[in-house]
């Protein structure tokens, strides 16, 4: 994609703390599809948060970073480069005569606006990702992050929310916006939307994500403990991913007598586990509007999920679909409907996919920020507008 005729040629910095999870993934995709358009970009990172894949991560975007990669110490919580970091991006900024300037996160939103305060000239932009959504406002962090976010919103021109939910969230958590906000939803490329080829031995059911509780993996132990398929044998699962739960997964796992019908892969791409079973399983008890509800679908996966946090917003007229949070009987039941009827469940995708194919693309993603950092009047209401 180039430029449009009547389309400038921006200079932009992407700021964040680490490139991990779903908030890198939409910089990457920003980053790749921005510079396709034929606008110069420049991306901020930690150097406090690396790990084995970072710098590969890193090396892969850098052809697509016209203006480099530039690190900073981005502290977790709160420490030393919170005070030298805002004015090292603020030169920053001045220097390569950046036009917009993008924080994602609660680190990378507070390193951008901060730079304004110490004299970027750069238009800030903000998308919390969660971020600061997640800290509990009963406590000593919440209290503070949430003041912060108050105290800088004066320092903001627009702020994007992914979701409608985000947006709720926000006002109701720290403050309506002051400044001009939209909502956009995070999209796929076009590669996504390609089958994958399920495994002639595959499993009934894959759950790709990180091993923690928020993400229902208990639930989920829980519902499949007793689901068998219409010929009486017993239901199967592979999960894909890592995380701080593990261990207790796999105790859990050994006590109701699952290890031989659930495989653990540990990390893998979400694509070769979606090759390995016939249903994904999404059981998250909070998410904002998570990829991979998304890739799942866009691979041709039925997906059985919660409704929870923005994934209404992705399902549409097809919530009703949806299950209860942290409830294993209604998971169970609509494990078991899946398995009883796979005709029907790939019919309900086949749905799904095409509704995800029109409305959450990195394309129409794309459009619609280049569109708010040109400063332009959306055209579609329904897709962007006022929280």
Request: glycine share 10%.
């Amino acid at each position: 994609m180039v430029l449009g005729v009547a389309e400038k040629p921006m200079r932009i910095l992407q700021v964040m703390r680490a490139p991990v999870g779903g908030l890198f993934r939409h910089v990457a995709d920003l980053t790749r599809a921005l510079s396709a358009r034929g606008h110069s970009i420049g991306l901020i990172v930690d150097t406090l948060a690396n790990d084995g894949q970072t710098e590969s991560r890193l090396a892969e975007l850098e052809p697509h970073a016209a203006l480099g990669i530039h690190r900073y110490p981005m502290p977790r919580v709160l420490g030393r480069g919170d005070l030298t970091t805002p004015f090292a991006v603020s030169g920053l900024a001045r220097r390569l005569d950046i036009d917009i300037m993008h924080g994602h996160g609660a680190k990378g939103g507070f390193y951008a606006r901060l730079a304004k305060l110490a004299g970027a000239r750069a238009e800030i932009f903000y998308t919390p990702h969660g971020g600061v959504l997640h800290f509990d406002p009963r406590g000593m962090s919440g209290r503070l992050f949430h003041a912060l976010e108050r105290r800088l919103m004066g320092f903001t021109n627009t702020i994007i929310f992914e979701s409608a939910f985000a947006g709720e969230a926000y006002s109701r958590l720290i403050a309506a916006p002051s400044c001009r906000s939209a909502i956009i939803h995070n999209g796929l490329v076009d590669t996504e939307f390609e089958p994958v080829t399920i495994r002639p031995d595959a499993a009934d059911f894959v759950f790709v994500g990180e091993l923690r509780a928020l993400k229902g993996i208990f639930p989920l132990v829980e519902a499949l403990a007793p689901l068998k398929r219409p010929d009486g044998t017993p239901a199967t699962l592979v999960m894909a991913g890592d995380g701080p739960d593990r261990a207790e997964l796999e105790t859990r796992l050994e006590q109701a007598g699952l290890t031989k019908r659930v495989t653990l892969l540990g990390s893998r791409p979400a694509r070769e586990a979606f090759a390995q079973a016939r249903c994904a399983v999404v059981p998250s008890l909070a998410e904002s509007l998570p990829y991979i509800v998304l890739e799942a679908a866009a691979a041709g996966l039925p997906v059985i999920t919660t409704g929870v946090g923005g994934i209404p917003e992705i399902f549409g007229p097809y919530a009703q679909r949806l299950i209860p949070a942290g409830d294993p009987e209604a998971l169970r039941a609509a494990m078991g409907a899946v398995l009883a009827a796979p005709d029907a469940a790939i019919a309900d995708m086949q749905l799904l996919r095409a509704r995800v194919s029109e409305h959450f693309s990195v394309g129409r993603m794309t459009e619609a920020i280049a569109g708010l950092y040109r400063g332009d009047p959306h055209k579609d209401p329904n897709r962007l507008h006022r929280v």
